[in-house]
């Protein structure tokens, strides 16, 4: 039977931008915490745009707003192990879904700049429901808007708060460890 495979975007399928860019410029993680909370969060929940989010940086940490932006997006590349997991269960018939905490308009340019749109069925992005992972209403979002029946439904996410209470949806979670730890949870050789 069909399987669906959800996968976070961040962490799992490209590189984790904000953890990597916030390594290199805040050392104080009250200041991460802050960050995250206060505009992370407000972007993924489409209460600031993504390009905002690098002003109040800019302004923040004293950065030029271009170093800002070109230092983001350096940190920006796929985990190709993970995007051929997802041509091998899409080769085999399954669905193959994406549920990211982000702005739309961030996941739009890094899938039409890494060519990703083609490896998923749907896409399901913070920002266009006003509420975010681990929110219980995202994930009921995703699972509710499929009308066909799964044998099994999995998530993988490399945060492990992102996978608590998972199966009262019927998902079964998998923190992303490596592609290599996902196919072995998942049986895949």
Not at 26 to 36: S, V
Not at 38 to 43: A, E, G, L
Not at 75 to 80: C, D, G, P, S
Not at 98 to 107: D, E, M, P, V
């Amino acid at each position: 039977m069909k399987n669906l495979y959800i996968f976070d975007c961040f962490g799992v399928v490209m590189s984790d931008v904000a953890t990597l860019f916030m390594d290199k410029y805040i050392t104080d993680n009250a200041e991460k915490e802050f960050m995250c909370k206060s505009v992370f969060r407000k972007v993924d929940t489409g209460q600031i745009p993504h390009e905002r989010m690098y002003e109040i940086v800019s302004e923040r940490y004293n950065i030029d707003l271009q170093t800002v932006q070109s230092e983001w997006h350096g940190y920006e590349y796929v985990l190709n192990g993970t995007i051929e997991i997802i041509k091998q269960l899409k080769s085999q018939g399954h669905t193959v879904a994406l549920l990211s905490n982000a702005s739309q308009s961030y996941i739009d340019y890094l899938f039409a700049k890494f060519d990703l749109f083609k490896y998923f069925d749907k896409t399901f992005v913070s920002s266009n429901y006003n509420c975010a992972k681990p929110d219980r209403e995202f994930y009921a979002i995703c699972v509710q808007s499929f009308d066909e029946q799964f044998g099994k439904i999995y998530f993988t996410d490399d945060n492990p708060n992102n996978l608590v209470g998972l199966e009262q949806f019927g998902i079964t979670p998998i923190q992303f460890k490596s592609a290599e730890y996902f196919k072995k949870a998942v049986g895949l050789s």
